[in-house]
C-alpha cells in the first residue's frame, strides 16, 4: 500500500491484505481485508493512529519511511486486539521517546497481549484530548465494538475521526475512498453481522455520537475511507436496528435426506405465504453469510437430524454462533428426522440460552416424512406467517 493523503496533514499509511481468507479461523474473507493505520502531524508534534497485523510491519515501517516520518511523539491505540496493534512493539523501538494512548482497559491489554513497558504507555479517559499544536485529538470511549476497550480518535479541525473497527469491511481494494457500491455494502454488512452484532445497542448510542460531531470523513482500522459518511451511518442505523424483516434463515444438515425434505416443504410452503426464505445447507454454507441473514432475519428455523442422541454437529455449531451473535429474531423453531432416540430439539434449545426468542412448536418426526408430516410442515408455514403477520411484515 502507498502513502497517500486523506486531507492535508493525515496520510493513509497501512497495509493492504489482498490473500487474507479468514479471521480468527471463524469469518471467512472473500474478498481479502486491509490494516489502516494514519499519519497526524500537527505544527509541533506527530501521532500514528493503530499499527499493523502481524507479519505486515516490513510494509508498514516502509510506508512510514516513504512518509518521510523521523520523530514520533504519539502512538494511539484506539484498539488492542493484534490486527491494529501487533507492529506496536517494533515501533517502540524505532521511536523510542513516542507514547502510547490508550484507555485503561487498552493498558490492561496491551500489557497482556504485546508484553509492552508499562512505562510507555499514556492512559487517557473519554473526551479527553492532546494538542499537536494546529491540529488536536480528542479521544471518545466506546466501549463494545466490539471489545471492552475500544476508543475512536477525532481531529475537529479536519473533521476526521479515526473510527477503529467501528464502520469498517474487510475488503481488500486499491481505492483510497468508499465508492458505496454493493460490493462494499455486502462486505460491510458481513462485517458487522460477525463481530458487532451483538452489540447492537452500543451501536446506536455511538452512531448518535457520530452524527454529533458530523465528521467530514470516517477513518476506519479495516476497508475503504468514507469521505461520505451519511451513507455508512444510514447502512448502520438499518443494520442495529431491533426490527427485524419478513425473512426466515433455515440453517439445515441432512444426512439421510428426511431433513432436506422437510426444508424443501417448508420452504415452498413460506414462499406461498409470501415470506421471504433462506435456506443454507451447512455442508457447504458460509458462516459469514447465515450471519449476515441473522441481521435481517425475524424467525430462525434450525433443521438438523439426531446424531446418536442430540443435534448434528454442523447444527449444534451454528446453534452456538447463534448464541454469541445475539440475532434479533423474535421466533425459532426447529424441523427435523430421528431413527431411534435423542434429545435434539432440548439440545438446541439449551445451546441458544441467549436468544429471547419465543419457540413456536417444533417438527420433529420418526423416520422418513409422509403426508402426515408434511402437513405438519406446512402448519409450522401457517404459525410463521400469523406471527409475521401480527408484527406488520406481511
Not at 458487522?192 to 451483538?198: E, K, L, R
Request: one cysteine or more; glycine letters at 6%.
Amino acid at each position: 500500500m502507498v502513502v497517500r493523503e486523506i486531507v492535508s496533514g493525515i496520510d493513509a499509511v497501512g497495509v493492504i491484505d489482498w490473500h487474507r481468507v479468514s479471521f480468527d479461523d471463524l469469518m471467512d474473507l472473500p474478498e481479502g481485508t486491509t490494516y489502516n493505520a494514519y499519519i497526524v502531524r500537527g505544527s509541533e508534534k506527530t501521532a500514528l493512529i493503530d499499527t499493523v497485523e502481524l507479519g505486515f510491519e516490513e510494509e508498514y515501517i516502509t510506508n512510514l519511511i516513504r512518509a518521510k516520518v523521523d520523530s514520533v511523539d504519539y502512538i494511539v491505540a484506539n484498539h488492542a486486539e493484534q490486527d491494529h496493534s501487533g507492529a506496536l512493539p517494533m515501533l517502540l523501538e524505532l521511536f523510542p521517546t513516542a507514547k502510547v494512548i490508550t484507555t485503561e482497559k487498552g493498558k490492561e491489554l496491551l500489557l497482556l497481549l504485546l508484553l509492552v513497558d508499562e512505562d510507555r504507555i499514556q492512559v487517557v479517559k473519554d473526551r479527553d484530548s492532546l494538542s499537536l499544536g494546529d491540529k488536536t485529538m480528542v479521544f471518545y470511549s466506546m466501549p463494545w465494538v466490539h471489545w471492552p476497550e475500544t476508543m475512536v480518535t477525532w481531529v475537529p479541525e479536519d473533521r476526521v475521526l479515526f473510527s477503529c473497527d467501528l464502520f469498517g469491511s474487510h475488503l481488500a481494494a486499491s481505492p483510497l475512498f468508499s465508492d458505496n457500491s454493493c460490493r462494499l455494502q455486502q462486505e460491510g454488512k458481513r462485517y458487522y453481522a460477525s463481530i458487532m452484532q451483538p452489540f447492537r445497542s452500543k451501536v446506536r448510542e455511538y452512531i448518535d455520537i457520530v452524527e454529533s460531531l458530523s465528521p467530514a470523513i470516517i477513518a476506519p482500522s479495516h476497508g475503504p475511507v468514507h469521505n461520505n459518511p451519511a451513507w455508512i451511518l444510514s447502512q448502520y442505523r438499518e443494520w442495529s436496528a431491533e426490527e427485524g424483516k419478513n425473512l426466515v434463515v433455515i440453517p439445515f444438515v441432512s444426512m439421510h435426506d428426511s431433513t432436506r425434505m422437510m426444508v424443501q416443504c417448508l420452504v415452498d410452503a413460506l414462499i406461498e405465504r409470501g415470506i421471504e426464505v433462506r435456506p443454507y445447507d451447512l455442508g457447504i454454507a458460509s458462516t459469514s453469510m447465515i450471519a449476515m441473514d441473522l441481521l435481517d432475519a425475524t424467525t430462525i428455523v434450525v433443521g438438523t437430524p439426531t446424531v446418536l442422541f442430540g443435534p448434528h454437529p454442523k447444527a449444534a455449531h451454528i446453534a452456538f454462533l447463534a448464541n454469541l451473535l445475539k440475532p434479533k429474531a423474535r421466533y425459532l423453531s426447529v424441523i427435523g428426522s430421528f431413527a431411534w432416540g435423542g434429545k435434539t430439539v432440548q439440545a438446541l434449545a439449551d445451546m441458544m440460552p441467549k436468544l429471547t426468542a419465543e419457540i413456536i412448536e417444533p417438527v420433529y418426526v420418526k423416520g422418513k416424512p409422509g403426508e402426515q408430516e408434511f402437513a405438519a410442515v406446512r402448519k409450522l408455514a401457517d404459525e410463521i406467517y400469523k406471527r409475521h403477520q401480527d408484527n406488520n411484515l406481511v
